[in-house]
């Protein structure tokens, strides 16, 4: 998925193995996730893509400092989709923590380690989620 201040913005989903950069995109005070040959498309991912960042997460709360994760790997998610009007996508870490996308700094490498599974079973097998024909009674 992707936040809700991202909707004017083109997307595409996030593809395994990829590597991405997080940026902030034009025309939106909104960081994300974009390939570097696509820096003005941003990459979504559906809850429990799991992640592989290059070194220790890096973040902001917009103010002056700067802050550490030692984690570098993490999975995608939502918090609060209940409270309309506000940043939701985030990366929840191993201890349990959890930092918003939009405040990730910018200049990140992150790769993309799985899909959830839901999503890698339907690009695996797309006919098996596609509707079984209506059976029609012969008399």
Known sequence: MCDYSLHAVATRPAQVGETLITTTFRGTSTRGFASEREPEVAVCMLPGTELAFAENVKYDNRWIWTK???????????????????????????????????????????????????????????????PAPTSVSVD
Do not use: M, W, Y
């Open 68 to 130: 550490a994760i030692n984690f570098r790997v993490g999975k995608f998610g939502q918090i609060d989709p209940d409270v309309p009007h506000r940043h939701h996508d985030a990366i929840e870490f191993p201890d349990g923590s959890n930092v918003l996308v939009t405040q990730l700094c910018e200049g990140q490498r992150v790769t993309v380690l799985q899909l959830p599974v839901q999503q890698a079973a339907e690009h695996a097998h797309p006919a098996a989620h596609t």
